[in-house]
């Protein structure tokens, strides 16, 4: 990519960052861009790109099965995701782990449920790259608590309301290193396991 951000739509990759493209910040909006609030990742990846940071890759990719080799040789991952956790939706949730921390126990993070295989999400992608050395040094989700994943819809009201809270998160990861609090309109939570889809809503992710 070039010094001036865009969005990448990312459907294979190959090969590990190396050099200059290894220090720089990748930002992962995850999700599907036709199925209601799962299209919360790419919309805060546009909403990203439209500031145009020099040095940081921004892409838009479904399937978290991939995640392992478009992140490999990378310093920092942003992954921006529709989650399930239980919570009020539009609420905000990170989470943050690395190449340097413990295992993350499967109920960390929300599975995506994408692709047809719906027990293998981030959870899975995160610790199958730590099994193989390939885990960056800090990979954060930055996730936000969906409503529906009906198909042809857009993000619900509470969804799209929360965008803006999403975004400043992720600025904050990208420039400063660390997360603003405030920038959640609601108190964070960690969310418990995402159930799939498909089973649960009648749409697969």
Do not use: C
């Not at 992962?28 to 861009?33: D, E, H, N, Q, R």
């Not at 940071?53 to 392992?68: C, I, K, N, Q, R």
């Not at 400043?168 to 405030?182: C, D, F, R, T, Y």
Request: net charge negative; charged share 20%; hydrophobic share 45%.
């Amino acid at each position: 990519m070039t010094g001036m951000t865009e969005v990448t739509e990312v459907t294979g990759v190959s090969g590990a960052a190396t050099g200059a493209v290894a220090g720089r910040p990748l930002v992962v909006g995850l999700g599907s861009p036709d199925r209601g609030d799962d299209a919360v990742g790419p919309v805060v990846g546009r909403a990203l790109a439209a500031h145009h940071l020099p040095g940081v890759d921004v892409v838009a990719h479904e399937d978290p099965t991939d995640l392992v080799e478009l992140w490999s040789g990378r310093e920092l991952v942003v992954v921006v995701d529709a989650v399930r956790s239980g919570s009020e939706p539009g609420t905000l949730v990170v989470v943050e782990t690395g190449a340097g921390g413990e295992r993350l126990p499967e109920s960390a993070w929300g599975r995506t449920g994408r692709g047809g295989t719906h027990a293998f999400g981030l959870a899975s992608a995160v610790e199958l790259a730590r099994a193989l050395r390939r885990l960056p040094r800090r990979v954060v989700l930055v996730g936000v608590e969906a409503r529906s994943f009906d198909h042809g819809a857009p993000l619900s009201a509470p969804v799209a309301a929360a965008v803006p809270a999403a975004l400043e998160a992720v600025l904050a990861m990208v420039l400063g290193g660390g997360l603003v609090v405030a920038a959640s309109p609601r108190p964070h939570a960690e969310p418990e396991s995402r159930r799939g889809r498909e089973g649960a809503d009648g749409v697969p992710g």
